[in-house]
């Protein structure tokens, strides 16, 4: 089967398009491209490739570049056949096999690089492509770090690594265990350190049912009226440590390959989708609840949020408010709070408000609390007729890479930071929220 070849089956294409919602069915087939754009499937069906505005139908041709990379990093990669740059761990297992899980079956590896996007490393030397399995195997003599199977539990850490009370963003460690097992919490090169960076053409038929956001013209629109006549905008955001852009190396590690939080991303996709300038404050704090913008702590933060007279404003809340024990009563009254204090300076602002990506399973206090988190984002945004709120779930984004992945693998800090490849994401998912992708092209 060439891997030229649009693969996909027939009955994931019809619920994808239909339903307006990504579905697989399993299978895969040959397709071939006529004139008109269309494609045929194993199945039969006939589809337009222009509901994949990135899809690249000759990828065995692709040359992986750092400026194409730049470009379509926070594109939403589901939109496409080409994931750029997935991090996975290459891990020694305890049965003797050395491999690096990928979230989809690739057709064609184009390119692995370290977590730094430095050294390239070679096919059939550095490693092995086990598409059957979606891994990568390392070879004995590979040049590629592995990483114990029991690090993220404190087991067999790698060398250079101090066990501490006190970890930092270098060498230090610690170890939690809140009763349900051990487990690392750690700033340091740890984990993303050893991450590979994987460029690969995948089979669209693998794409989950329901999982990302699906874009809405008739939410956002005050904003994206705005940008579409290429009007400037203001962008507030305000959260807890993962909307500071914690564990990024860019915003928050300030190391190679220096790739920003994912606000900081959504910043500057909207300015290069649209052709605008985004004024951005970032009003968020690491460590913080929903309550602390409405404390007299979090007042200046609060007050810078609504000094920029934000068209569009983010907040996301819950990792620590889920961990601290606030109510979902309390968490909604929080996040009604400063959307009102906001309205205030800026009465047309539109808002999305973000459900956090799930914490370690170790480290969860109370389970199903981020559930209910979102049943209480919902609610508010159903309050709102007009489309000015719109809800992002990364939570369940987030569950569903780890049916596949371990939480190191999506965290570098193990515990509750989304790593590189999860800012990415996120701003993906964000962005979904207010670009048409499938009507702006490559």
């Given at each position: 089967?060439?891997?030229?070849?649009?693969?996909?089956?027939?009955?994931?294409?019809?619920?994808?398009?239909?339903?307006?919602?990504?579905?697989?069915?399993?299978?895969?087939?040959d397709?071939?491209?006529?004139?008109?754009?269309?494609?045929e499937?194993?199945?039969?069906?006939?589809?337009?490739?222009?509901?994949?505005?990135l899809?690249e139908?000759?990828?065995?041709?692709?040359?992986?570049?750092?400026?194409?990379?730049?470009?379509?990093?926070?594109?939403?990669?589901w939109?496409?056949?080409?994931?750029?740059?997935?991090l996975?761990?290459?891990?020694?297992?305890?049965?003797?096999?050395?491999?690096?899980?990928?979230?989809y079956?690739?057709?064609?590896v184009?390119n692995?690089?370290?977590?730094?996007?430095?050294?390239?490393?070679a096919?059939?030397t550095?490693?092995?492509v086990?598409?059957e399995?979606?891994?990568?195997?390392i070879?004995?003599?590979?040049?590629?770090?592995?990483?114990?199977?029991?690090?993220?539990?404190?087991?067999?850490?790698?060398?250079?690594?101090e066990l501490?009370d006190?970890?930092?963003?270098?060498t230090?460690y610690?170890?939690?265990?809140?009763?349900?097992?051990?487990f690392?919490?750690?700033?340091?090169?740890?984990?993303?350190?050893?991450?590979?960076?994987?460029?690969?053409?995948?089979?669209?038929?693998?794409l989950?049912?329901?999982?990302?956001?699906?874009y809405?013209?008739?939410?956002?629109?005050?904003?994206?009226q705005?940008?579409?006549?290429g009007?400037?905008?203001?962008?507030?955001?305000?959260?807890?440590s993962?909307t500071?852009?914690s564990?990024?190396?860019?915003?928050?590690?300030k190391?190679d390959p220096?790739?920003p939080?994912?606000?900081r991303?959504l910043?500057?996709?909207?300015?290069?989708?649209?052709?605008?300038?985004?004024?951005?404050?970032n009003?968020?704090?690491g460590?913080?609840?929903?309550?602390?913008?409405?404390?007299?702590?979090?007042?200046?933060?609060l007050?810078?949020?609504?000094?920029?007279?934000?068209?569009?404003?983010?907040?996301?809340y819950?990792m620590?408010?889920?961990?601290?024990g606030?109510?979902?009563?309390?968490?909604?009254?929080?996040?009604?709070?400063?959307?009102?204090?906001i309205?205030?300076?800026?009465?047309?602002?539109?808002?999305?408000l973000?459900?956090?990506?799930?914490?370690n399973?170790?480290?969860?206090?109370?389970?199903?609390?981020?559930d209910?988190?979102l049943?209480?984002?919902?609610?508010?945004?159903?309050?709102?007729?007009?489309?000015?709120?719109?809800?992002?779930d990364?939570?369940?984004?987030?569950?569903?890479?780890?049916?596949?992945?371990?939480?190191?693998?999506?965290?570098?800090?193990?515990?509750?930071?989304?790593?590189?490849?999860?800012?990415?994401?996120?701003?993906?998912?964000?962005?979904?929220?207010?670009?048409?992708y499938?009507?702006?092209?490559?």
């Amino acid at each position: 089967m060439s891997r030229k070849r649009f693969q996909i089956a027939a009955c994931a294409l019809v619920a994808l398009f239909a339903a307006s919602a990504f579905a697989g069915c399993g299978g895969s087939g040959d397709s071939s491209t006529g004139g008109d754009g269309s494609s045929e499937s194993a199945g039969g069906g006939s589809i337009d490739i222009s509901d994949f505005p990135l899809y690249e139908e000759d990828y065995d041709s692709i040359m992986y570049t750092e400026e194409e990379y730049k470009e379509k990093m926070s594109r939403p990669y589901w939109y496409g056949n080409i994931m750029y740059n997935e991090l996975t761990l290459p891990i020694q297992y305890e049965n003797g096999e050395a491999y690096a899980k990928l979230e989809y079956t690739p057709l064609k590896v184009i390119n692995v690089l370290d977590q730094k996007l430095k050294t390239t490393y070679a096919e059939g030397t550095d490693y092995v492509v086990d598409a059957e399995n979606k891994r990568l195997v390392i070879p004995q003599g590979s040049s590629v770090p592995l990483i114990s199977e029991t690090a993220d539990s404190g087991v067999n850490v790698p060398d250079g690594y101090e066990l501490s009370d006190t970890p930092d963003n270098y060498t230090k460690y610690t170890i939690w265990d809140l009763g349900s097992g051990p487990f690392v919490y750690t700033e340091s090169s740890l984990f993303y350190g050893k991450y590979l960076s994987v460029t690969y053409a995948y089979d669209l038929s693998e794409l989950p049912a329901g999982v990302f956001n699906t874009y809405d013209p008739d939410m956002l629109t005050k904003v994206r009226q705005k940008l579409e006549a290429g009007e400037d905008i203001s962008l507030a955001v305000i959260g807890d440590s993962i909307t500071e852009g914690s564990s990024s190396t860019g915003d928050s590690l300030k190391v190679d390959p220096r790739t920003p939080g994912y606000t900081r991303q959504l910043k500057e996709e909207i300015e290069r989708v649209y052709g605008v300038s985004v004024t951005y404050t970032n009003s968020a704090k690491g460590g913080t609840k929903s309550e602390w913008p409405l404390s007299a702590a979090g007042t200046m933060a609060l007050q810078h949020a609504k000094d920029a007279k934000p068209d569009l404003c983010v907040i996301a809340y819950g990792m620590n408010d889920g961990t601290g024990g606030v109510l979902p009563f309390e968490y909604q009254m929080n996040i009604e709070s400063i959307m009102a204090q906001i309205k205030v300076a800026s009465p047309e602002c539109e808002f999305i408000l973000v459900n956090t990506f799930p914490c370690n399973p170790l480290y969860e206090r109370e389970p199903g609390i981020f559930d209910e988190y979102l049943k209480k984002l919902e609610g508010i945004a159903e309050k709102y007729d007009d489309g000015s709120v719109k809800v992002i779930d990364m939570l369940k984004v987030g569950n569903y890479f780890l049916e596949t992945k371990k939480y190191c693998e999506i965290s570098s800090s193990n515990v509750n930071h989304p790593n590189d490849f999860m800012h990415r994401v996120y701003a993906m998912n964000v962005m979904t929220a207010i670009c048409d992708y499938k009507n702006i092209g490559k």
